[in-house]
């Protein structure tokens, strides 16, 4: 490793035998006070020694020092693997995560700026003539204080109607008209009470009168009747007056008590599910969707009640409480402490405000839902929260701050990183983006390749050093080593023609997709790209083929949603040429760990069926199952086939030790006898995918999705490694492998957004490469991305802005990338002119 020497002990972090991960026993100094750039490619380790080392030991070293209660409220990282580390600050992690599932959380809330905007309507809002003070928590719609109480604060509210619970009104009730009811049985036996009641269930539902409609559909009575089976009508109230013996006493319950019911008390997500399905969800009567008491809605400031401000872009949000930072708004009342309280609060608000506007959010709504903001969105919103609150002093470690921002945003964040290093804090950063790296004070640079073939430390020192470099992937890319890009300008063999689209801040929007080509979708945060392409053109395509909507809140709580947003608008012409729709994102590919890339890929299951093939598995009757770690035969019951037991250490952060019984093997004894070629079934899911490729070289079947794997440059994750230890990018990577792995079928649109997220340039290419396969293959590619090197590799660019928010939507440039790259008032045009023309000409 080549490193420059560290100018006396003070200003650096040292190192001593890290082994986090794949680290191999890394000894490196850091410099202090300093923008650190931890570089390398997708794999080698960056992550393992900035968070996994040296955030984790800054959180242990933090944690050792409160109290023992307090600990055990703390998520902690666990104790890293590491011999030694000196000079460490605190630490401060900006990860990019997701935003909490709920629409309780929103921009306003991770920002804490809806505190403030409380207070001022608590303190120095216009209040109705004799209304009471209401203190800053009745403004929230999540305390009882403020939430409407007809949603609950929800803003929405949900019922069941006859239009959602009886879809085709020409249907009889015997031929199920009542969809809500439930299935099988069940279903039958609200039919025979229907009978029993005196109703023709033979009858056309909309041949029925209103008032039996509403009483089967809507009542709360539940009577207790006779049931036959079976029987007419006719029959039926023959048995009755009979007085015949009934089969049993049936219990009515109506279409709507039944949803409700089983919404409200079922354990089961599939239940929930479908009963949700029938609820139909509208704006709150009470609060017109504002989610609050009509008592805080009652009060104003700059005209405007709570909801309302809320609702308003920050930047307007800004314009509408300068005049209140200057002291202007003035008050006639005789109130001046009320004028001052407006002042104070306001210039605080402006200046929050300010920070993110700086770094490019100025777009976005208080109450917009932390669900629907991008990872690279909510990690910027944190880092504004960071910057406004000056701590001094700390080690902020992030992680590819840079994710999901188009070039002309990176400037800003460039700023706000230099404004938190001259605050007098440590700011290390894992980070692809070349303008980033540039940037840095000191690059780390880990390497040479992923997993098994990387955790070493290649260089470390200031940026001009790594020229020197030749085992560093990254030094190829910073020191112009990379010729220009040149488009493929493939011809597009049809035009998706949309029309009309309308979804978010996309009004009315005419735009034309080339078919049979690569196109990349440009433009600023939040200019509109992912509303185009992920959420319209996706959900045109599938409703079209008939194909299911990915369910992108599995998690969620129906009623948590928010609001379901339709997208306006039709594809015209253009359909005729799709035969399917592949969209592959970047969502984990299990929740669990025993979700793992061979299960996800399927590749396991010809590994199971090579073990159960094996003589010594034919003499025992072992089948395929058996070499499965999630079925009792063949897993260890000691672990239950996780590998780990979870020791629970109370004041500590729990720890996962190895079984004991099959220490981390995940099978019984009987099960790991059987081998194949020297190699049981857990040495095998311990193999890279690169070495298993070799192990499998002669067998076809599992050697093709082997080689894609790698080819999308994932040969260093291990077989078995579970799907929760899986990035964003790489299970996006295992994805696209699973899909080129099929057998090729031509016609189809792959969408994908932000496929260079989490991946070093020299990884991108090889990304591309896969991308341009598919194209070739007869197929249409179509990318959502900020990496001007794929729009420049391009056959078509479609320049979405000009801003982003209300300033956006609307298509600035289409065509070829060298036309784009001309465009007049693109702020995407002179990025990529640089990466198509690196040397100025």
Same mark, same amino acid.
């Given at each position: 490793?080549?490193?420059?020497?560290?100018?006396?002990?003070?200003?650096?972090?040292?190192?001593?035998?890290?082994?986090?991960?794949?680290?191999?026993?890394?000894?490196?100094?850091?410099?202090?006070?300093?923008?650190?750039?931890?570089?390398?490619?997708?794999?080698?380790?960056?992550? &393992?020694?900035?968070?996994? +080392?040296?955030?984790?030991?800054?959180?242990?070293?933090?944690?050792?020092?409160?109290?023992?209660?307090?600990?055990?409220?703390?998520?902690?990282?666990?104790?890293?693997?590491?011999?030694? *580390?000196?000079?460490?600050?605190?630490?401060?992690?900006?990860?990019?995560?997701?935003?909490?599932?709920?629409?309780?959380?929103?921009?306003?809330?991770?920002?804490?700026?809806?505190?403030?905007?409380?207070?001022?309507?608590?303190?120095?809002?216009?209040?109705?003539?004799?209304?009471?003070?209401?203190?800053?928590?009745?403004?929230?719609?999540?305390?009882?204080?403020?939430?409407?109480?007809?949603?609950?604060?929800?803003?929405?509210?949900?019922? /069941?109607?006859?239009?959602?619970?009886?879809?085709?009104?020409?249907? +009889?009730?015997?031929?199920?008209?009542?969809?809500?009811?439930?299935?099988?049985?069940?279903?039958?036996?609200?039919?025979?009470?229907?009978?029993?009641?005196?109703?023709?269930?033979?009858?056309?539902?909309?041949?029925?009168?209103?008032?039996?409609?509403?009483?089967?559909?809507?009542?709360?009575?539940?009577?207790?009747?006779?049931?036959?089976?079976?029987?007419?009508?006719?029959? +039926?109230?023959?048995?009755?007056?009979?007085?015949?013996?009934?089969?049993?006493?049936?219990?009515?319950? &109506?279409?709507?008590?039944?949803?409700?019911?089983?919404?409200?008390?079922?354990?089961?997500?599939?239940?929930?599910?479908?009963?949700?399905?029938?609820?139909?969800?509208?704006?709150?009567?009470?609060?017109?969707?504002?989610?609050?008491?009509?008592?805080?809605?009652?009060?104003?400031?700059?005209?405007?009640?709570?909801?309302?401000?809320?609702?308003?872009?920050?930047?307007?949000?800004?314009?509408?409480?300068?005049?209140?930072?200057?002291?202007?708004?003035?008050?006639?009342?005789?109130?001046?402490?009320?004028?001052?309280?407006?002042?104070?609060?306001?210039?605080?608000?402006?200046?929050?405000?300010?920070?993110? %506007?700086?770094?490019?959010?100025?777009?976005?709504?208080?109450?917009?839902?932390?669900?629907?903001?991008?990872?690279?969105?909510?990690?910027?919103?944190?880092?504004?929260?960071?910057?406004?609150?000056?701590?001094?002093?700390?080690?902020?470690?992030?992680?590819?701050?840079?994710?999901?921002?188009?070039?002309?945003?990176?400037?800003?964040?460039?700023?706000?990183?230099?404004?938190?290093?001259?605050?007098?804090?440590? *700011?290390?950063?894992? !980070?692809?983006?070349?303008?980033? *790296?540039?940037?840095?004070?000191?690059?780390?640079?880990?390497?040479?390749?992923?997993?098994?073939?990387?955790?070493?430390?290649?260089?470390?020192?200031?940026?001009?050093?790594?020229?020197?470099?030749?085992?560093?992937?990254?030094?190829?890319?910073?020191?112009?080593?990379?010729?220009?890009?040149?488009?493929?300008?493939?011809?597009?063999?049809?035009?998706? %023609?949309?029309?009309?689209?309308?979804?978010?801040?996309?009004?009315?929007?005419?735009?034309?997709?080339?078919?049979?080509?690569?196109?990349?979708?440009?433009?600023?945060?939040?200019?509109?790209?992912?509303?185009?392409?992920? %959420?319209?053109?996706?959900?045109?395509?599938?409703?079209?083929?008939?194909?299911?909507?990915?369910?992108?809140?599995?998690?969620?709580?129906?009623?948590?949603?928010?609001? !379901?947003?339709?997208?306006?608008?039709? *594809?015209?012409?253009?359909?005729?040429?799709?035969?399917?729709?592949?969209?592959?994102?970047?969502?984990?590919?299990?929740?669990?760990?025993?979700?793992?890339?061979?299960?996800?890929?399927?590749?396991?299951?010809?590994?199971?069926?090579?073990?159960?093939? +094996?003589?010594?598995?034919?003499?025992?009757?072992?089948?395929?199952?058996?070499?499965?770690?999630?079925? /009792?035969?063949?897993?260890?019951?000691?672990?239950?086939?996780?590998?780990?037991?979870?020791?629970?250490?109370?004041?500590?952060?729990?720890?996962?030790?190895?079984?004991?019984?099959?220490?981390?093997?995940?099978?019984?004894?009987?099960?790991?006898?059987?081998?194949?070629?020297?190699?049981?079934?857990?040495?095998?899911?311990?193999?890279?995918?690169?070495? /298993?490729?070799?192990?499998?070289? %002669?067998?076809?079947?599992? /050697?093709?999705?082997?080689?894609?794997?790698?080819?999308?440059?994932?040969?260093?994750?291990?077989?078995?490694?579970?799907?929760?230890?899986?990035?964003?990018?790489?299970?996006?990577?295992?994805?696209?492998?699973?899909?080129?792995?099929?057998?090729?079928?031509?016609?189809?649109?792959?969408?994908?957004?932000?496929?260079?997220?989490?991946?070093?340039?020299?990884?991108?290419?090889?990304?591309?490469?896969?991308?341009?396969?598919?194209?070739?293959?007869?197929?249409?590619?179509?990318?959502?991305?900020?990496?001007?090197?794929?729009?420049?590799?391009?056959?078509?660019?479609?320049?979405?802005?000009?801003?982003?928010?209300?300033?956006?939507?609307?298509?600035?440039?289409?065509?070829?990338?060298?036309?784009?790259?001309?465009?007049?008032?693109?702020?995407?045009?002179?990025?990529?002119?640089?990466?198509?023309?690196?040397?100025?000409?």
């Amino acid at each position: 490793m080549s490193q420059a020497s560290p100018s006396g002990p003070a200003g650096f972090v040292r190192v001593r035998g890290a082994r986090e991960h794949n680290l191999k026993d890394v000894d490196v100094d850091i410099p202090r006070d300093a923008l650190v750039v931890f570089t390398g490619v997708s794999g080698s380790g960056k992550s &393992s020694l900035a968070f996994g +080392t040296l955030f984790a030991e800054a959180q242990r070293r933090y944690l050792d020092s409160i109290s023992p209660y307090a600990r055990r409220l703390i998520d902690q990282a666990g104790v890293p693997e590491v011999d030694a *580390i000196e000079g460490l600050p605190p630490a401060v992690a900006l990860q990019q995560q997701r935003g909490a599932p709920s629409t309780r959380s929103s921009v306003g809330s991770v920002t804490t700026i809806s505190n403030s905007l409380r207070m001022l309507y608590s303190r120095a809002g216009d209040y109705p003539k004799g209304q009471e003070i209401i203190y800053a928590d009745g403004f929230s719609p999540n305390t009882p204080a403020g939430a409407c109480p007809t949603c609950h604060g929800l803003g929405r509210v949900y019922e /069941a109607t006859e239009a959602s619970m009886v879809p085709d009104r020409s249907l +009889t009730i015997r031929e199920r008209a009542v969809a809500a009811w439930p299935g099988a049985w069940h279903g039958q036996n609200q039919r025979d009470i229907l009978t029993t009641l005196g109703i023709d269930v033979d009858v056309p539902w909309s041949k029925l009168p209103k008032k039996t409609r509403d009483w089967i559909l809507f009542t709360d009575e539940q009577p207790v009747v006779p049931v036959y089976p079976g029987f007419s009508l006719a029959q +039926t109230q023959a048995a009755l007056k009979r007085k015949t013996e009934p089969s049993y006493m049936g219990t009515f319950t &109506s279409a709507r008590r039944h949803v409700l019911h089983t919404f409200a008390t079922t354990q089961s997500a599939q239940q929930k599910k479908r009963a949700s399905q029938y609820l139909v969800s509208t704006l709150c009567p009470s609060c017109d969707g504002k989610r609050l008491r009509r008592e805080a809605l009652s009060v104003t400031f700059a005209g405007l009640d709570i909801g309302a401000l809320s609702q308003l872009p920050l930047s307007e949000v800004a314009a509408r409480l300068t005049p209140a930072a200057q002291g202007k708004a003035h008050r006639g009342d005789g109130h001046p402490e009320q004028a001052i309280a407006a002042q104070r609060i306001a210039q605080d608000l402006l200046a929050r405000i300010a920070i993110l %506007q700086d770094l490019g959010l100025g777009y976005l709504t208080l109450e917009r839902g932390t669900p629907t903001l991008s990872p690279g969105e909510l990690q910027r919103l944190r880092l504004a929260t960071q910057i406004r609150s000056q701590l001094f002093g700390v080690v902020y470690v992030m992680d590819e701050p840079s994710a999901g921002l188009h070039p002309a945003d990176a400037q800003a964040l460039l700023r706000a990183l230099d404004q938190l290093k001259g605050a007098g804090n440590s *700011i290390f950063v894992v !980070e692809h983006e070349i303008d980033v *790296i540039r940037h840095a004070d000191w690059i780390v640079d880990v390497g040479p390749a992923a997993g098994e073939q990387g955790g070493q430390v290649l260089y470390s020192g200031p940026p001009a050093g790594l020229e020197q470099v030749q085992a560093s992937a990254t030094r190829r890319y910073l020191f112009g080593g990379q010729q220009a890009v040149h488009s493929r300008a493939r011809q597009s063999s049809a035009w998706l %023609q949309l029309r009309g689209i309308t979804r978010n801040n996309v009004d009315g929007l005419d735009v034309d997709i080339p078919l049979g080509v690569f196109t990349t979708v440009t433009g600023v945060s939040g200019s509109g790209k992912s509303s185009l392409v992920s %959420q319209a053109l996706v959900e045109l395509l599938a409703d079209h083929l008939g194909q299911a909507r990915a369910d992108d809140e599995d998690a969620l709580d129906p009623l948590e949603r928010g609001e !379901e947003v339709p997208t306006g608008g039709h *594809i015209v012409a253009g359909l005729e040429h799709v035969r399917r729709l592949v969209r592959v994102d970047q969502k984990a590919i299990g929740r669990t760990p025993r979700s793992n890339l061979a299960t996800y890929t399927g590749l396991f299951d010809h590994v199971r069926k090579r073990f159960a093939e +094996t003589p010594q598995a034919r003499r025992r009757r072992f089948d395929a199952g058996r070499f499965s770690f999630n079925v /009792a035969k063949g897993r260890c019951e000691t672990c239950q086939g996780e590998g780990a037991v979870n020791v629970e250490l109370l004041f500590m952060p729990s720890v996962y030790a190895p079984c004991p019984t099959c220490h981390g093997a995940r099978y019984n004894a009987k099960t790991l006898e059987v081998e194949l070629r020297g190699h049981n079934i857990a040495q095998v899911l311990r193999m890279t995918v690169a070495q /298993a490729a070799e192990f499998f070289a %002669q067998d076809a079947t599992i /050697a093709r999705p082997l080689q894609v794997l790698i080819e999308v440059g994932l040969g260093y994750l291990r077989l078995g490694q579970p799907a929760t230890e899986l990035s964003g990018g790489e299970a996006q990577r295992i994805k696209l492998a699973t899909e080129l792995q099929r057998a090729q079928r031509r016609d189809t649109v792959y969408v994908l957004d932000e496929p260079s997220t989490g991946l070093h340039p020299a990884d991108v290419d090889t990304l591309m490469t896969q991308l341009h396969g598919l194209v070739e293959a007869g197929n249409t590619v179509v990318v959502v991305e900020h990496d001007m090197r794929v729009a420049a590799s391009s056959d078509w660019v479609i320049d979405m802005g000009p801003g982003a928010g209300d300033q956006g939507g609307t298509v600035i440039a289409a065509g070829l990338p060298a036309q784009v790259a001309k465009a007049k008032g693109s702020r995407t045009a002179p990025f990529l002119h640089e990466v198509l023309h690196p040397s100025g000409d």
